[in-house]
């Protein structure tokens, strides 16, 4: 069967990535080696994040894509969506001047505290919940493992593939695994943490729903 797009993976790049093709009118399938989610992005934190710096191309990347996500997960998909902000702490005092000279380039709705900067916006989501979401009116090969496209046809062909090697061999393409580490540890008072902490690691809001 021909498609206009065959998209490789199917975390939370490939699933997004499905899910705007498709609303945009594209024919569309998903191969995965394994599951929905099963990758990089299940184990991830799922953080939203804004970018605190100077004026960079790169900042302003991350926080359009900040800004876009949070009102896209709030219109569309708001039960899997949790806004409960998160405060960012420099890790020392040398990282607390750094941020100071930062605060006239904050262009996302922020509230300096003594800690830190706490941005109300900011949110996580259920990354597994909402790839499968995403997906739900898309056709998706589960356990399939990409050898060659000999027994696929299609327009456009995108690898979704960020924490695994690249299934096809591409001599002009380098890459490199993009994964994270995840450590899921509860506390008594676990109920009392309502919003995420970002200092030398990010500490996630409890959420009875994401666990």
Known sequence: MYYDAIIIGAGIAGASTAYFLKKAGFSVLVLEKNTICSGGSNPAGAFLSPKISKPSPYKQYLNDAFLFSTNFYKTEFPELFYPCGLKKIPLDEVDAKKCESYEPFIDISCKKIPEGYFFPDAGIINPLKLCHALLEDIEVKEHCTVKNLDNFSCKHLILATGSDELPL????????????YR?????????????????????????NECV
């Open 169 to 180: 061999e591409i001599p002009y393409l380098k890459t490199k695994n993009i994964a994270g």
């Open 183 to 207: 450590y899921d540890v509860r506390f008594d008072n676990d109920k009392n943490q309502n919003f995420n902490i970002h200092k030398d690691l990010s500490i996630s809001a409890f959420y």
